[in-house]
């Protein structure tokens, strides 16, 4: 289910729940960007209207799953500027497991900032504690190996290798698997 209500605060950042009117900032910030997307699941945006449909795309099947289902997609804002830097969303994969699929993105202008890693911990942080998710976990393209030093520096561990796994952009790719267990997080 989708609670429009969340708001995350952290030290240097607001993860808001993303809107569409987020478009424009999406676009120039990181949708446009081929190095930001070149490991994600979809291509670069074009233009602020290709930027905006794909919002809608994400809010349109979201706002169809079924209402037990635990998704949330933030927007990653700077306190400070208020600028849009990225987002970070928690989606249920297994409710029996009590698990869930953690994912990110964060403009290029910001890389290396610690914003990734800072909102990921909140994410995490917000999980364990509001929810009944026992297991949370990421995958990476092995090419992208700076989000597995943000996985990591959040406390998830390593796991491993699923090697030429799927194609992205038609070749076969390898994904590393990361994950952290409510247990590993008490003791943090």
Not at 7 to 17: A, F, G, K, N, S
Not at 49 to 55: R, S
Not at 106 to 111: D, E, M, P, T, V
Not at 120 to 139: H, K
Request: hydrophobic share 40%.
């Amino acid at each position: 289910m989708i609670n429009s209500d969340i708001i995350i605060e952290t030290e240097r950042l607001v993860l808001r729940q993303f809107r569409k009117t987020d478009a424009e900032k999406m676009h120039r910030n990181w949708a446009n960007d081929p190095d930001v997307v070149r490991f994600l699941c979809y291509d670069v945006c074009e233009s602020v209207e290709a930027t905006e449909k794909h919002i809608e795309q994400w809010m349109d099947y979201f706002h169809n799953l079924p209402p037990d289902f635990l998704w949330h997609i933030f927007a990653i804002e700077l306190k400070t500027s208020g600028e849009l830097i990225g987002t970070i969303d928690f989606c249920e994969s297994d409710k029996e497991a009590h698990a869930a699929e953690i994912g990110y993105q964060i403009g290029k202008a910001w890389w290396g900032s610690g914003y990734a890693t800072e909102a990921l911990r909140a994410v995490i942080d917000y999980c364990f504690e509001n929810t009944d998710f026992n297991r949370l976990w990421a995958d990476h393209n092995a090419m992208n190996t700076a989000s597995g030093k943000v996985l990591l520096k959040a406390g998830m561990q390593h796991e491993g290798t699923a090697r030429q796994i799927y194609v992205r952009k038609g070749k076969l790719a390898d994904k590393v698997s990361y994950a952290i267990l409510k247990a590993d997080w008490l003791k943090i």
